[in-house]
């Protein structure tokens, strides 16, 4: 294994060109970029590309690299290492939109690829592009394992997140090989028709045995109507418009679905879905700040009051 820092410590990118590299782990940290020393990033795209032995590769802390067209083109280099099987980047906080089908491209022309761990959060990716990412990610076909995080993307203030988060997932639902699937849509404006959309594509990944899925800070909403009828007793009219999937080979499932607009009524479809579960081992599930402790409240105030 051998880190390699920019910046800081440039002359280890020379060492890395000057030598054949024939490990089979590298991370990347603090790239340096074409505007600093254009021969360099030359060489370290083609040096890259002859890291034959090479299985695993992880880029660090790129949050805010402002070169991407120079990492697009160096991942592009990383078809020619036929070994390689694990990667990893974190490429928060990048405007990504532009180079969104250059960048999944690459991805898909690592045919022995099956770990696969992606940071965009921050990125402005627009539906469009999510479309475009979820298509070249269903090319993916040995893939396994996904990690990908696409925090706070959508931004668009005219519209929900349906078609943004959807695409994407659609797209994911195509890797039939996929067995550990790590999705984060926090804060892109989801609400509660596309949470059942996303759940019922990913019902086709029918080896998926871990799913941990992050929808926080979203609009996920019951349509029931929340009434009080008399003094202290609410009813409401139950509704399907809130589903999981029935996931009968899960062992490992993790939601996290707090700041949403969820009630008590999803909390007895959130079990009725569970019940299906049969081989789930492992199970976390956040719900804070939900209409739970909103109803809780109100029902504590009435009591007060009479």
């Not at 290492?81 to 969104?100: H, P, R, T």
């Not at 627009?126 to 696409?150: F, S, V, W």
């Not at 080896?207 to 202290?232: D, H, P, T, V």
Request: hydrophobic share 35%; proline share 1%; charged share 15%.
């Amino acid at each position: 294994m051998i880190y390699l820092n920019g910046y800081k410590q440039s002359k280890n990118f020379e060492e890395f060109i000057a030598s054949k590299f024939t490990g089979e782990k590298l991370i990347v940290r603090d790239l340096i970029s074409k505007r600093e020393n254009p021969q360099m990033v030359s060489d370290l795209i083609q040096a890259f590309s002859n890291c034959s032995n090479l299985q695993t590769l992880i880029f660090e802390n790129f949050y805010k690299f402002d070169d991407v067209e120079f990492l697009t083109n160096l991942i592009s280099s990383l078809k020619e290492c036929a070994k390689l099987q694990n990667l990893s980047f974190q490429l928060g906080n990048i405007s990504m939109n532009k180079y969104i089908e250059s960048f999944s491209q690459a991805l898909v022309d690592l045919p022995n690829l099956l770990d696969l761990k992606l940071d965009l959060s921050l990125c402005k990716i627009d539906e469009q592009n999510t479309l475009i990412l979820g298509q070249k990610l269903a090319k993916c076909h040995n893939l396994q394992i996904l990690d990908i995080n696409l925090d706070n993307n959508f931004n668009d203030n005219t519209k929900n997140g349906s078609n943004f988060s959807y695409n994407l997932v659609t797209g994911i639902s195509k890797c039939m090989k996929l067995s550990e699937l790590t999705l984060t849509l926090s804060s892109n404006k989801i609400d509660g028709n596309c949470q059942t959309n996303i759940c019922s594509a990913l019902q086709n990944c029918s080896s998926l045995k871990k799913l941990i899925l992050n929808l926080e800070s979203n609009y996920i909403e019951s349509s029931n109507a929340l009434n009080i009828i008399s003094q202290n007793v609410y009813v409401s009219q139950p509704s399907n418009s809130f589903i999981l999937p029935s996931f009968k080979n899960l062992s490992i499932l993790h939601l996290n679905f707090n700041n949403n607009n969820l009630d008590h009524h999803n909390a007895s479809q959130f079990g009725e879905a569970l019940s299906s579960c049969q081989n789930l081992q492992n199970f976390q599930f956040k719900i804070w700040y939900n209409n739970f402790f909103k109803l809780i409240q109100r029902k504590i105030q009435i009591q007060k009051f009479y």
